[in-house]
């Protein structure tokens, strides 16, 4: 169905689980992938793995996506190799303990600069990069913007405070840049995001498993209980919509959210 052919996509966090599974798929298209992770080692990790499949090349860039100075790095690195961008998939992010009540933690206690950290983490993650690999996509008049957001974005849930409150925030960039983009460079670069549901990944790990049992906790089976489709989400399961948005077939789709969840975001709980 998807073929990126003399194509070259930047995948942000991509050292990571949904990420990489991203990444992976972009080269098994044909695509060249740049992945750019904060972790250099997780990096060039996942680039060897990808390019034994010998299909698109791949290279690991070290880049902290909320440093303007990095992402700058990041992309002389990934111009130098592959010439051009033609996709951009922003996935880095994440939630955090210092920013999630508990009964060790009430949200008055809750540090302003540890919800900036977590903002910064998953909406400025996107808009710098957007800015970086936007610049290029205006001059070509043509390019793919994908932001990996979350349900957690159009349906606050309860504890992760500056992780809803970012991803909200993510959720209306996507929908400001598709329009900003479109009308003011060229009705031929979009900008769309895939809002994922409940997936366990080393960044909610802490939230929905038992450190020491490796048992659901209490939020895991309430998660769980609220998902029509009964269990967690997979990271392969997001791989085909992120192909398709990137995609031709997908050429009149602009500023959409799109939620894989099982239904957890059309359930009422009745």
């Known amino acids: 169905m998807t073929h990126f052919q003399n194509k070259t996509a930047v995948v942000t966090g991509a050292g990571g689980a949904i990420g990489g599974k991203i990444a992976h798929a972009l080269s098994e298209a044909g695509a060249n992938v740049a992945i750019w992770d904060l972790s250099l080692q997780a990096a060039e990790r996942r680039a060897q793995a990808?390019?034994?499949?010998?299909?698109?090349?791949?290279i690991g860039v070290r880049c902290d996506v909320v440093s303007p100075e990095a992402v700058n790095d990041a992309l002389d690195q990934t111009l130098a190799e592959f010439g051009s961008i033609d996709i951009l998939v922003n996935g880095a992010g994440g939630s955090s303990k210092s920013t999630t009540t508990s009964a060790e933690l009430a949200f008055f206690d809750i540090h302003a600069d540890d919800i900036q950290k977590v903002v910064a983490l998953n909406y400025l993650s996107a808009v710098i990069p957007s800015q970086a690999i936007g610049r290029i996509f205006a001059d070509k008049g043509q390019g793919v913007i994908v932001n990996i957001t979350s349900i957690a974005g159009g349906q606050p849930l309860s504890r992760a405070l500056a992780y809803c409150n970012a991803k909200a925030a993510a959720d209306s960039f996507t929908r400001w840049l598709a329009v900003h983009m479109a009308t003011t460079y060229s009705p031929q670069i979009r900008v769309n995001a895939i809002a994922p549901g409940f997936m366990i990944t080393d960044q909610n790990r802490f939230l929905l498993l038992d450190e020491t049992t490796g048992e659901l906790t209490d939020r895991g089976q309430d998660i769980i209980s609220s998902v029509p489709m009964g269990r967690f989400g997979n990271p392969d399961e997001v791989v085909g919509c992120v192909l398709w948005l990137c995609s031709?077939?997908?050429?009149?789709?602009?500023g959409a959210i799109i939620p894989i969840d099982g239904g957890f975001t059309a359930y009422s709980g009745v």
């Not at 990808?50 to 791949?58: E, F, P, S, T, W």
């Not at 031709?248 to 602009?254: C, G, K, L, R």
Request: neutral net charge; without cysteine; charged residues 25%.
């Open 248 to 254: 031709e077939q997908a050429s009149f789709v602009n």
């Open 50 to 58: 990808i390019n034994q499949l010998d299909k698109g090349r791949a």
